[in-house]
């Protein structure tokens, strides 16, 4: 799955960006302005879409509505999960403080995701992506895979299996001495939003609209979203080797990679860009002729579907 040797172009640095593709000092900081006042409106947009999603469920009652609403709220999960991490990069709002505060309570722990851990977590994956110390090895190696293995993956995730690994871990760390600081915020978030259903009078959408689509629509779109990213690539320094790159389209960025988040590879040659300027960076990566086409696949089904290639 690494792009061959000779089709990474050897054209840096240049004025405008470093060895490693990383933009010099004046360009680095215009792109990593944080747009705190946007990024508000972007957690609004996160919980309307999951208000919404849920509210016309319950207002329709319908099964096909509730099956489609179950596939839309794994999208919002996308996107309290890609916000998440943006906090995690400390790039969702400039005081530090209120980064942390609303990335945690508004963003992470709504999503299941234990913030603080996750932080040390995603920076180990910045360090050494695809290394022995990957935290996520796992889970991008041995690719391609045969079809047949995709498909089992898939299905783990799609019956709620790979979710039900999670939640169990989730529920032993109460047990657990040192787990228990980082599990009680999830759990703490989780009930308030469960009580909320119930003084709502529908104390069944939060297992129906909110915990069901975390542990099934949501874990296929993270895999998809995660192998998509780094699946079957190298250690290496340069950074065309560790991540894929894929031209963008609306559906993918609604459901998958939303706030951006397709743009990886930019992302992973300058980590301290927020979100909104991601695309400047790919502009630059490509004008300067380090982003080529013989590099960049067309579209994520071309991507997955070479990832699932291997034959038995």
């Keep these: 799955m690494v792009p061959k040797r000779e089709s ?6 240049t004025d405008r960006l470093t060895k490693s593709g990383m933009p010099t000092p004046e360009i680095r900081a215009e792109l990593r302005k944080i747009a705190s006042l946007s990024n508000i409106g972007s957690l609004v947009l996160c919980w309307s879409q999951a208000f919404f999603t849920i509210g016309a469920a319950i207002w329709i009652n319908n099964l096909a509505v509730y099956a489609v609403s ?11 999960s890609i916000l998440a991490h943006e906090a995690a990069h400390r790039l969702m ?4 403080k209120l980064n942390d505060f609303f990335g945690k309570w508004f963003l992470a722990y709504p999503a299941f995701i234990p913030f603080s851990f996750y932080r040390i977590s995603h920076f180990s994956h910045h360090r050494d992506e695809l290394g022995p110390k990957e935290p996520d090895l796992s889970l991008y190696r041995d690719y ?20 039900w690994k999670n939640l169990k871990v989730l529920i032993k760390a109460i047990f657990n001495k040192v787990a228990r600081p980082i599990a009680l915020p999830i759990i703490a978030t989780q009930v308030a939003l469960l009580l909320v259903c119930i003084l709502a009078g529908y104390p069944l959408a939060y297992f129906g609209l909110w915990l069901i689509p975390w542990m099934t629509s949501w874990r296929v779109l993270n895999r998809l979203r995660a192998i998509a990213e780094h699946g079957g690539m190298k250690q290496s320094s ?3 080797e560790t991540t894929h790159h894929v031209k963008q389209h609306l559906i993918a960025r609604f459901f998958i990679v939303p706030f951006n988040a397709g743009w990886h590879l930019a992302h992973h040659t300058d980590m301290g860009v927020p979100w909104r300027n991601l695309p400047k ?21 071309s ?4 990832l699932s290639s291997r034959t038995e």
Excluded at 144 to 163: E, Q
Excluded at 283 to 293: I, K, S
């Design 281 to 301: 960076l790919q502009m630059e990566l490509e004008a300067a002729g380090w982003v080529t086409d013989s590099i960049t696949w067309p579209n994520y089904t």
């Design 303 to 306: 991507l997955w579907k070479a």
């Design 238 to 240: 340069d950074r065309r």
């Design 70 to 80: 179950i596939v839309l709220m794994g999208a919002t999960f996308a996107r309290f």
């Design 93 to 96: 709002f400039r005081n530090k």
């Design 144 to 163: 391609p895979i045969s079809k047949a293995s995709f498909k089992r993956k898939l299905s783990r995730d799609g019956f709620g299996v790979s979710g």
């Design 8 to 13: 990474l172009t050897d054209v840096l640095p």
